[in-house]
Structures are given as C-alpha cells and as structure tokens.
C-alpha cells in the first residue's frame, strides 16, 4: 500500500513537473522573441562609455525547486555518475527566466543594451520549513543597462 | 549643457565607470545587506509547491524586494560619504538559519562630474 502511494506521489510529480516544463519552455521562447531588441552581452567593453547617455543597474531574480520525480532520478544518478538531465534543464530555464526579468527591468528606462551581465546563484533549500530535499534555488542575473546616443 | 541633470539621484552601475562622467573621488566600498524572512502562510504554499517543482513565486517576491532594500541601504551609506554613485556593484545571498537569508549589495562607492 506505501509503494502505490509512493508510486503515484512520484508519478503526480513527473506528470505534473513535465507540464510545467513544457508551458514554461514555451512562454520562454515567446517572451525571448520579444525581447531580442535588448541584447544581453557578458562584456563591458563592447560599447564606447562616451556615446552613452544613461546607464543604471538592473536585475531580474527567479526562485525555482525541483520535484520528487526529479529529486529521485538525481539521487540515482549519483549513484552511477554522469549527467543529471533533469537538474540541468530547471537550471537553464531558472537562468533564462532571470535574464528575461532582468530585459523587462531594462526596457521600462528604454534601454538598448545590457552590459556586464553577471550570474549569481544560491540554494535556498533551508528556507522552506515543508521542503522535502527537492533543491530550491535562487538564481539571479544582473547587469547593467545602458541607454546609447542615437546616430 | 545640464539639461540632463535628474537631482541628486544615485547612479549605480555593475561597471567599473560612469558612462559620459569623469570619477572625480573614491570613497571605498559600500554595502547595504538585510536579512528577510517570509511568514509561515507562504513558506507552507512553497512547500507543497516544492513537490510538483517549478517556480515558487512567493520567494522570488520576497528576494526582489529584499534586493532592493538592499541596493537602497547600499545606496544611503554612499550618500552619507559624500558620494554621487556607486560602481562595480556586485550581490552575494546566504541562508542564515531556517527560512531567513541574507541578501547583500556592496560596491565602491565615487564621485563623479
């Protein structure tokens, strides 16, 4: 009786985290579609400081947790090694989801560009009192947004 | 040639200058931090959202608003060293004990013209 109850809380967890996943995957793609007039770049030397007439820090922050499903199929994998898929894809969506919060930040001052773009990340899990162990993180881009003089 | 000029407001950035503007004074480093807790209510939704996975909304509220608060007291203790912005910002998080973390801002603090 524990193992079908076991099985259909892991099973809700797949079935349920997949959905997620998907609508997520797709609200991503549409809103990053949206947004490519604001390019995010990693470097800060790519604009010249003299031609810019406004620049201000921006940020944009995502919590994300993982479920059963993927807390299992994590702790197995650990067993053998390599790759842990699951994990992988919450952190690439969290990541991308957090740079397209920190556009929406820049595009309310009309930016035109995002420089320095830096990546900050911490576990969460303690946090939570009713966490069970899933890894809850929190994943934060910043940058700094810069309004460039029109030619 | 000040028709630009927006009050005193600060300017911070994550680069290591002020665009169009000469750093006239450094002042050294600059930090805001705050310590934030979320009531029982919240942390008990992201509990059980904490089985299904995906975003738990209530703590990214609560982290963005922290941050803010954070890069305002940063802000503040620039403002009382005579400064007008605050450069190379960088944020560090950490868990203090159960359901509080720590969000800090820090950066250097300079005087520009």
Known sequence: ?151 | MDQKKKGDKMIVTNIDAVPGKNIVEHYGIVQGSTVRAKHVGVDCIAGCQNTFGGELKGYSTLLEESRKEAITRMEQQAGHLGANAVINVRFGTSTITQGASEILAYGTAVKVE
């Open chain 1, 1 to 151: 009786m524990d193992l079908i109850i076991f099985l259909v809380f892991v099973g809700g967890a797949y079935l349920i985290g997949q959905h997620i996943e998907k609508s997520h995957y797709k609200e991503i793609e549409k809103k990053e579609s949206a947004c490519l007039h604001i390019p995010s770049v990693t470097s800060k030397k790519i604009v010249n400081l003299d031609e810019v007439l406004d620049a201000k820090l921006v940020f944009g922050n995502v919590v994300i947790s993982g479920d059963y499903f993927k807390m299992i199929v994590a702790s197995l994998l650990n067993f053998f090694g390599g790759r842990v898929t699951p994990y992988e894809k919450l952190l690439d969506r969290a990541r991308r989801e957090a740079i397209l919060r920190m556009k929406q930040d820049a595009s309310s001052m009309d930016a035109d560009m995002i420089i320095n773009t830096r990546f900050e990340m911490s576990k969460l899990d303690s946090m939570a009192r009713g966490g069970g162990g899933t890894g809850m993180f929190e994943i934060i881009a910043y940058g700094t947004a810069v309004k460039l003089a029109k030619k």
